[in-house]
């Protein structure tokens, strides 16, 4: 009888000690900060032409970004500004009619606007070619592209990036020059989160780009037919750290954005032999497959593929940790 109470205790004691047990082990949970991971997809390990690469010997000899810790995630959402009220902005308001044989260009004796299905972008420009007269006021250049976007592209939350302006000595032929000799600067306008860029998918280019003559007027507009608006998450995630971002790569987890070589001919991007990347850039990308908008390095240098062609590159890795 002894014998039996005693083993009943036990058995009690046991199922006491694993039920407290669980208990902790729930609370330690709680109380222990999990790693956030983003879900890996096709914008990580596909490139630009969509296929993927296979990374080797691939090394950083630039300088670093400016130090950043961490940076929130954050959430795509469509804009309320559609691509319909954009047409009619441009084609109806502008009395633009479709060119008969050409589909995606719509044309009147001021403007043009044409679509392009490759690049999945839309040029809108004046026929009108101007005096070429030298930039007098950048500042008022950017004010009246400002005032154009308000105008046809309401509500997107577009900013000026004008570390990227480039400048031109001719609005036929654009030839680079600086600003002091400039008839034409090319702005890109990109949205931001805590004042760095957002990028679209693997598009290496702002999402709208304007172009003002010396008459300080809009010539040409660049821009994506997709609008959206960002809404930033509370949650945090650490930066990686530009090794780490280099293993990464090394471990084919990136992605090719722009390639392109100063001989010409074509080239394969399928194994890449080595490579020396001399500039990078912390950007957000908005991965339009899983909706996750998160920070990435971009850098650039030269490549070297598995047939030794010599290629001017730019790469895309996470800046955070992916799963």
């Known amino acids: 009888m002894n014998k039996n109470i005693w083993q009943n205790k036990w058995l009690v004691g046991v199922v006491i000690f694993s039920a407290v047990s669980l208990v902790?082990?729930?609370?330690?949970?709680?109380?222990?900060?999990?790693?956030?991971?983003?879900?890996?997809?096709?914008?990580?390990?596909?490139?630009?032409?969509?296929?993927?690469?296979?990374?080797?010997?691939?090394?950083?000899?630039?300088?670093?970004?400016?130090?950043?810790?961490?940076?929130?995630?954050?959430?795509?959402?469509?804009?309320?500004?559609?691509?319909?009220?954009?047409?009619?902005?441009?084609?109806?308001?502008?009395?633009?009619?479709?060119?008969?044989?050409?589909?995606?260009?719509?044309?009147?004796?001021?403007?043009e606007l044409s679509y392009s299905e490759y690049f999945d972008r839309y040029d809108f420009y004046s026929l009108y070619i101007p005096e070429e007269i030298v930039i007098a006021d950048t500042n008022l250049a950017i004010d009246n592209a400002q005032e154009f976007i308000n105008e046809v592209f309401p509500n997107l939350d577009l900013v000026v990036q004008r570390e990227n302006i480039l400048y031109y000595d001719g609005l036929t032929e654009l030839d680079p020059t600086d600003r002091a000799n400039a008839v034409v600067m090319e702005a890109p306008f990109v949205y931001t989160i805590e004042n760095i860029p957002v990028y679209l998918g693997h598009d290496q280019l702002a999402p709208l780009t304007i172009m003002i003559n010396g008459q300080h007027e809009v010539q040409k507009v660049s821009f994506k037919p997709e609008f959206f608006s960002f809404v930033t998450t509370s949650q945090k995630l650490p930066l990686v750290d530009l090794?780490?971002?280099?293993?990464?790569?090394?471990?084919?987890?990136?992605?090719?954005?722009?390639?392109?070589?100063?001989?010409?001919?074509?080239?394969?991007?399928?194994?890449?032999?080595?490579?020396?990347?001399?500039?990078?850039?912390i950007e957000y990308r908005a991965d339009l497959e899983s909706g996750a908008v998160y920070p990435f390095y971009r850098f650039s240098g030269e490549l070297i593929t598995s047939g030794q062609q010599t290629i001017k590159a730019q790469i895309i890795t996470p800046a955070v940790k992916t799963r």
């Open 243 to 281: 090794a780490v971002a280099i293993d990464n790569i090394n471990n084919n987890q990136a992605s090719i954005i722009s390639a392109g070589s100063e001989q010409g001919g074509t080239f394969s991007l399928a194994e890449i032999d080595s490579g020396e990347l001399n500039e990078v850039r």
């Open 24 to 111: 902790i082990t729930a609370v330690l949970r709680l109380l222990t900060p999990q790693e956030t991971t983003v879900p890996q997809t096709e914008l990580v390990t596909t490139n630009y032409t969509g296929d993927a690469s296979v990374f080797n010997n691939i090394r950083f000899v630039g300088s670093p970004p400016a130090a950043v810790d961490s940076l929130p995630i954050a959430i795509v959402e469509p804009s309320q500004t559609t691509m319909e009220y954009v047409r009619t902005q441009l084609i109806d308001q502008r009395g633009l009619e479709p060119v008969a044989g050409s589909e995606g260009l719509w044309r009147s004796a001021e403007f």
